[in-house]
């Protein structure tokens, strides 16, 4: 089974790689994610967010401005685009793009882009699949335009950070160490780490999240210190215009264009009862669940000030769970997120507001079906996850 397993895993990225790139970059259309993964697998390096970590690592190992704007620096690969701000990522993602940044554009986006892949299917694994399935799982994914999207980008990352954390929920330093690289990405994942100090020993939480953060610190003044300086300098400005742009899928920021004060105030109890709710049942269960995972996990996205297609894939798991084991009436809202990418233009005005209603449908079917279980008592926990080992076991036989 395990080798019917992997190579259909094969045959999946053969026929991925089979499809060509989008005609106009510029507007790629609905079926631009998986054009432009394939694209980025093969080598064509097309313009995508990559471009701006990439151009920022060389930089940063030259002492030069790791932050110039986004039209100069993709000029500098050979690219073409209209965008100009300078990139909202912390000097910490330049430094996840290093191992690859030696390597000329072409080969160092095809080689991201298959780290990325691995990452996905990594992550599946860490939630208890099977290698082989796992395998085929991973290419499949990237039908899914929000996973597509992913390839060229670091949210692949913030998936795997926070699904070795979760494996590692029973080593608290490990498991800080999880959330803190997933943090290098985009900052907002740190907090994970919240459920994490509630209910395992904090020094040791502690001690995992600052040694990542430590090292990549230390990393940065050695290589380039005058990024951080330069980050912070810019962050304000650039962060709140393009937080501003009408696209933004940030679930605040799209609730403010859209619906004004109302809107804001809705997005805002929203995440104030899922915050409410998980540290009520981590109190009462006095262990973490996946439940209470998933909606930190969810949590983090809805922080997110900028959020586009891609930042839907750290949802990727709740998705899935809630899909397959949540309360009947529940799972449409949890199919959400997965189908609403498929119908919109990823990066349009109108997509913007569906991908933010995207991830509230998500938050709502989190306390729904946490509301519909029952009372949760740690022999609850305990035997749910026997289950799920079971399940898992069954699954790799």
Not at 325 to 350: H, K, N, Q, T
Request: charged content about 15%; proline content about 7%; overall charge positive.
């Amino acid at each position: 089974m395990q080798r019917a397993l992997f190579a259909l895993a094969v045959v999946e990225l053969v026929l991925l790689l089979l499809l060509p790139a989008p005609r106009n970059p510029e507007h790629p259309g609905i079926t631009g994610g998986i054009r432009t993964a394939a694209a980025l697998l093969r080598g064509e390096g097309p313009p995508v967010d990559l471009a701006q970590d990439y151009v920022g690592a060389r930089r940063l190992v030259r002492g030069d401005d790791a932050y110039p704007r986004m039209s100069a620096a993709f000029a500098e690969l050979g690219l073409t685009s209209r965008v100009n701000h300078r990139s909202t990522h912390p000097p910490t993602a330049f430094l996840l793009v290093l191992p690859v940044a030696w390597l000329p554009w072409h080969a160092a986006s095809a080689v991201w882009a298959a780290l990325m892949l691995c990452a996905i299917a990594v992550t599946y694994w860490l939630f208890g699949a099977s290698p082989g399935l796992a395998a085929a799982l991973g290419p499949l994914t990237l039908l899914w335009p929000s996973a597509a999207w992913s390839l060229g980008q670091l949210t692949p990352l913030w998936l795997l950070g926070l699904a070795i954390a979760w494996r590692l929920r029973d080593r608290p330093a490990g498991a800080g160490a999880g959330v803190a690289f997933a943090s290098l990405t985009k900052l907002i994942p740190a907090v994970s780490v919240v459920p994490l100090l509630l209910v395992l020993e904090r020094r040791r939480v502690l001690r995992g999240f600052a040694s990542v953060w430590a090292a990549a610190l230390g990393l940065l003044l050695l290589v380039g210190a005058g990024a951080i300086e330069r980050f912070v300098e810019l962050e304000g400005g650039v962060a709140r215009g393009q937080a501003a742009r009408g696209e933004n899928a940030g679930l605040f920021w799209a609730a403010a264009h859209d619906f004004g004060e109302v809107g804001v105030a809705v997005a805002l109890a929203l995440l104030a009862v899922v915050v409410v709710f998980s540290i009520r049942r981590l109190r009462a269960l006095g262990r973490l669940d996946r439940w209470t995972w998933d909606a930190w996990t969810w949590i983090g996205v809805a922080l997110l000030p900028i959020a586009w297609i891609y930042s839907l894939l750290p949802l990727l798991p709740a998705c899935v769970r809630i899909a397959r084991s949540g309360w009947i009436a529940v799972r449409p809202l949890a199919v959400a997120p997965i189908v609403i990418p498929f119908f919109i233009d990823p990066f349009g005005v109108p997509g913007g507001i569906h991908l933010a209603v995207a991830t509230a449908c998500l938050g709502v079917a989190l306390l729904v079906d946490v509301a519909a279980a029952p009372e949760p008592t740690p022999a609850l926990v305990i035997r749910r996850e026997c289950d799920d080992a079971a399940v898992a076991s069954r699954e790799r036989a």
